[in-house]
């Protein structure tokens, strides 16, 4: 079953220019994107296939490590995004089963990590890092850049097309509604908003996976619309087996029932890959974010009633 609501039943009296180049820069991130990662896995298959010398080959193939098993570009992988690189080469180097190049085990151990590190030394300046990983939102870093390029770059296609459907179905309205200057101030809100929500849940323990997508604006800008125009009604394709059709729910119940859905999965879907905080505190953003624009700009709001049609 799938429930998309797509655009507002409602008459813009100007063009959403900051929404569609959201939009464009999207696509456009997860191009490149696609492109950064053929360039990643064929420079990984390269160094995994020829750059070893034999004992790090050997080194390799014998480590028996619960995360990354004897896959050379797991291990390092896991070398490179590790906080402290040295302690994860003697974590590996302690790992390795059934290789011994020295009857002294202290010996072979430092043996092993030297030839490991020398290894990833290698790897480091053959394998480029993927875009995906530079732009991406790592829960324990605060980094306030990547909470903004976090949001343009996306999983997969079904990620990006289910997002922008979303975003441009409310941004278009709330873009018309706030204009520009304010517009962007609640967007670049909401991503910092979501992401630091996203670092302080349960979810962001020592193993949360970075985040990426629109999904947290896309759900504020939906908050806030419903805010604003509360009214207001949304056309939605609704996809069921082979019942296909068109309509219109009132923008309450559209957005009650995505709030209320994703309350309830942050509660009890939380080894799902969906980063469901960040949808929830969007839209707990973007309810604050309307009531403070109903109490401080109410001229506003009455002079939008005489040229938009909700």
């Not at 180097?93 to 011994?100: I, N, P, R, T």
């Not at 875009?131 to 949001?151: C, D, F, H």
Request: net charge negative; proline share 3%; charged share 15%.
């Amino acid at each position: 079953m799938i429930l998309v609501p797509y655009r507002l039943d409602a008459g813009l009296y100007k063009v959403p220019v900051l929404t569609i180049l959201v939009c464009v820069i999207c696509v456009a991130t997860f191009l490149s994107q696609l492109g950064s990662r053929e360039r990643y896995q064929a420079s990984v298959r390269e160094f995994c296939g020829s750059d070893l010398s034999v004992y790090q080959k050997a080194i390799v193939d014998h480590i028996d490590d619960e995360t990354t098993g004897s896959d050379c570009a797991k291990i390092f992988m896991a070398i490179r995004n590790s906080d402290n690189r040295e302690e994860q080469v003697a974590s590996l180097a302690a790992a390795v089963k059934g290789l011994d190049f020295y009857p002294d085990s202290d010996k072979d151990l430092k043996y092993k990590e030297d030839t490991l590190r020398a290894g990833f030394e290698r790897y480091e300046t053959s394998v480029p890092i993927e875009l995906t990983e530079r732009i991406a939102y790592k829960p324990g870093q605060y980094n306030v850049a990547t909470m903004i390029t976090s949001t343009f770059a996306h999983g997969s296609w079904i990620h990006l097309i289910g997002n922008l459907f979303f975003f441009f179905a409310f941004a278009t309205c709330v873009e018309c509604v706030l204009g520009t200057l304010n517009f962007s101030l609640c967007f670049l809100l909401m991503a910092i908003v979501s992401s630091l929500a996203y670092s302080h849940s349960v979810a962001s323990g020592a193993d949360a996976l970075p985040a990426v997508g629109l999904s947290g604006v896309a759900m504020g800008m939906m908050a806030l619309l419903t805010v604003l125009v509360p009214r207001a009604r949304v056309w939605c394709f609704f996809w069921f087996l082979l019942w296909v059709r068109r309509f219109t729910l009132p923008i309450l119940l559209v957005a009650t029932w995505y709030i209320a859905w994703n309350i309830y999965d942050v509660r009890h879907d939380m080894d799902s890959n969906i980063n469901y905080v960040a949808h929830v505190s969007g839209a707990i953003t973007g309810i604050i974010l309307g009531v403070l624009y109903r109490m401080f700009a109410k001229n506003r709001m009455d002079s939008l009633s005489a040229v938009a049609e909700f």
